[in-house]
């Protein structure tokens, strides 16, 4: 499974921006998969961010981004999405999406089977 991760890039604080995560595989079901972003700033360890399980019925998101982010999912488009409002300095990184098979969601890297080459979104005040 490949994921491929698109849509970060430099906004102002208070900015919005959307990532995709499009998974390639023609054997991918995309309700077998939770999925999940998470970003790793310079220097620092890589964090959740968000999750989705496999329907998109139930979220889970860092406290640092709860109110301000939104995750969602398309199965028929095998596309996961970040929706990202309010934007501060402190969400520069490199964003990742992950997807973990045939479970629930996690926060756990370790989790996660299958990882996206991630996308840098750069916040400047």
């Known amino acids: 499974v490949q994921l491929q991760a698109s849509g970060g890039g430099l906004v102002q604080a208070g900015g919005s921006l959307r990532l995709s995560c499009a998974a390639s595989r023609r054997t991918f079901t995309a309700s077998d998969y939770a999925m999940g972003w998470f970003r790793q700033a310079p220097g620092k360890e890589r964090v959740f961010v968000a999750a989705i399980n496999w329907s998109g019925g139930s979220t889970y998101y860092a406290d640092a981004v709860k109110g301000r982010f939104t995750i969602s999912r398309d199965n028929a488009k095998n596309t996961v999405y970040l929706q990202m409002n309010s934007l501060k300095p402190e969400d520069t990184a490199v964003y990742y999406c992950?997807?973990?098979?045939?479970?629930?969601?996690?926060?756990?890297?370790?989790?996660?089977?299958?990882w996206g080459q991630g996308t840098l979104v750069t916040v400047s005040s």
């Open positions: 992950a997807a973990r098979y045939y479970s629930g969601s996690s926060s756990k890297t370790d989790d996660y089977h299958y």
